[in-house]
Nanobody
């Protein structure tokens, strides 16, 4: 059974930092580029960062220079280091593969709340 377990969210003041983690099933992790997605209240889910199996990264313009995605292939875990957080970063954060393929399984996500 596919496992996507996000953790590390919380309440932080603007300008602060958080590190998110996502534990992924081995076979899924080893065969997919991975991404961090977020969904803010009343908005659609969006991809904010992605990393290929080989470690090439890409970011949405809104987080470029502030967020860093990484993956630990030995631990089947993908991370998102978030610095200089802004209130507009408030959302539930999810990990999944990129690109998505139709109807995907999603984990519960982890809530990030940034206060001004």
């Amino acid at each position: 059974q596919l496992q996507l377990v996000e953790s590390g969210g919380g309440l932080v003041q603007a300008g602060g930092s958080l590190r998110l983690s996502c534990a992924v099933s081995r076979s899924f992790f080893s065969t997919n580029a991975m991404g961090w997605y977020r969904q803010a209240p009343g908005k659609q889910r969006e991809l904010v960062a992605r990393i290929t199996i080989g470690g090439t990264t890409d970011y949405a313009d809104s987080v470029k220079g502030r967020f860093t995605i990484s993956r630990d292939n030995a631990k089947n875990t993908v991370y998102l280091q978030m610095n200089s957080l802004k209130p507009e970063d408030t959302a539930v954060y999810y990990c999944n593969r990129d690109p998505l393929r139709g109807m995907e399984y999603w984990g519960k996500g982890t809530l990030v709340t940034v206060s001004s």
